[in-house]
């Protein structure tokens, strides 16, 4: 029987899923009925935020507790470079206290060459300590984005590749009931992890079920308001449009969405299961995302920026009847993911961890304060310094700053939800801003974030794209 004394978790997390482009988050055009029925049932943390939005160094924050670009940080300050071991993780805590642990999907990690998706050398996670404390079932690759097979993969512990045989996020919610079942079986407490990659890009129609694609092939997706039809100058490679790729944009986001109505899918296939098997009411659920989209606003497509259609992200979270539910609407960063969750647990919180415990908001429904710090430490995936930015987020204004020309933003979220005026020179919020600056600047120096230029990082926590210990 299953020791119903502690409580499970499952914690899922979709790829470039932003915030807004929920139906119960109030888009009109998304198919997400199982989403929005979770929402009625669960805490809905409004104002969770992805505190460095680029894929690895979310996950690297999400498992650790710590930010990128901190003293004995993750250092993850681009994609497709290898984490150091070396952290106290969130699943060490886990097996440590009798928990079983499984992780499947993308994992993001490991890759120690750029451009080398499919070879075995970067997708292969060996058993051991590059799997941060998960000694369980471990069914992963480090990244790719396409969700047929032959690209569409996963190695268990060997190098053999274990190809998809259907669609690869309805496969892997397969693993997960599975999974789920298994550790049923086992009677122990346990810790599972989801990584889907959809509905991140390529957003072409061979990349999505055709029924999931027929639901969109109809509709019209018209710019947002805050869309601009030149680049952003601060974008780097991967934020800046190329020739004719606007012309895309409605196509991208049908395909977008069709994923997107996908994962709702299977996220309705995973509760249902859990619900069959008695685990639901006592396993803490979580559903979010690792960071948004931007498909054009601000002039800009991918992540990796400040702006909410980049940084805000869903996060439900469900247990039972023990949550409060509806809307809370404290500010909730990535960091703070691990300790708040250990605690609701009731496991240790490693003193390594640099985020915070907000447990006591999402057990008691009772909102506060809690400013999230977010950065960007360079281009996406390469080296190469002038797209470093710093930014905090409150649960009513953003305040951020560009290293490389010092540009000051600030933007009210409450009366400018689409971040379209920049009230930094504004005389009237001088005092607004000079207290978001100093409260950020307060957070970098107790963190040793020195808001170095990317080269400092590919110099010094940086050899042959594997990061070095004992970040400085």
Not at 41 to 61: E, F, I, K, L
Not at 114 to 132: A, C, M, Q, T, W
Not at 381 to 410: M, P
Request: with cysteine; hydrophobic share 35%; aromatic share 12%.
């Amino acid at each position: 029987m299953m020791d119903t004394g502690r409580p499970n978790l499952v914690y899922v997390f979709a790829d470039q899923l932003r915030y807004a482009s929920i139906g119960c988050n109030g888009d009109p055009l998304a198919r997400t009925p199982n989403l929005d029925a979770l929402s009625q049932d669960c805490a809905r943390m409004d104002n969770a935020v992805s505190g460095h939005p680029v894929c690895a160094p979310y996950r690297a924050s999400l498992l650790t507790g710590k930010y990128t670009a901190a003293r004995d940080g993750t250092g993850m300050v681009i994609n497709e470079i290898r984490l150091h071991p070396g952290h106290r993780s969130f699943a060490a805590v886990l097996e440590e206290n009798g928990y079983d642990t499984s992780y499947i999907g993308k994992w993001h990690m490991y890759a120690a060459q750029l451009g080398h998706h499919y070879d075995v050398k970067n997708s292969f996670i060996p058993p051991g300590e590059n799997r941060l404390g998960f000694t369980g079932y471990f069914a992963a690759y480090n990244f790719h984005h396409e969700y047929y097979a032959p690209q569409a993969y996963y190695h268990l512990d060997t190098e053999e590749k274990i190809y998809c045989t259907q669609y690869e996020p309805d496969e892997q919610t397969d693993m997960a009931i599975e999974r789920i079942k298994a550790h049923k079986r086992s009677g122990k407490p346990f810790g599972l992890f989801l990584s889907y990659g959809t509905p991140h890009d390529p957003w072409t129609r061979d990349n999505v079920p055709e029924e999931y694609y027929e639901m969109f092939s109809d509709v019209t997706f018209p710019p947002p308001p805050n869309y601009q039809a030149r680049n952003d100058p601060h974008a780097d490679m991967w934020a800046r449009f190329t020739l004719g790729q606007r012309k895309k944009l409605e196509e991208w986001k049908r395909v977008y969405y069709a994923m997107t109505a996908n994962l709702d899918h299977n996220i309705g296939r995973l509760i249902a299961a859990m619900q069959e098997e008695g685990v639901l009411e006592n396993t803490i659920f979580v559903f979010t995302s690792d960071h948004g989209e931007m498909f054009g606003a601000h002039g800009r497509h991918a992540k990796n920026i400040f702006y909410d259609e980049a940084v805000r992200v869903p996060f439900f979270i469900r247990w039972g009847d023990r949550l409060p539910t509806g809307r809370n609407q404290t500010c909730f960063n990535t960091v703070d993911i691990m300790p708040t969750l250990l605690s609701m647990m009731g496991l240790p919180v490693p003193d390594t961890v640099q985020g915070r415990d907000i447990s006591d908001s999402i057990l008691t429904g009772e909102e506060g304060d809690n400013n999230c710090l977010m950065m960007g430490t360079g281009p996406t995936a390469v080296f190469g310094g002038g797209r470093e930015w710093r930014a905090i987020r409150s649960r009513q204004y953003t305040f951020a700053v560009y290293k490389s020309d010092g540009r000051e933003y600030l933007f009210d979220n409450i009366r400018d939800p689409y971040q379209m005026e920049n009230l930094a020179e504004d005389r009237a919020y001088r005092a607004v801003k000079q207290a978001l600056l100093e409260e950020m600047y307060g957070k970098m120096r107790d963190i040793g974030d020195s808001f170095a230029d990317n080269r400092y990082y590919q110099k010094h926590w940086v050899k042959d794209r594997k990061i070095l210990p004992n970040l400085r």
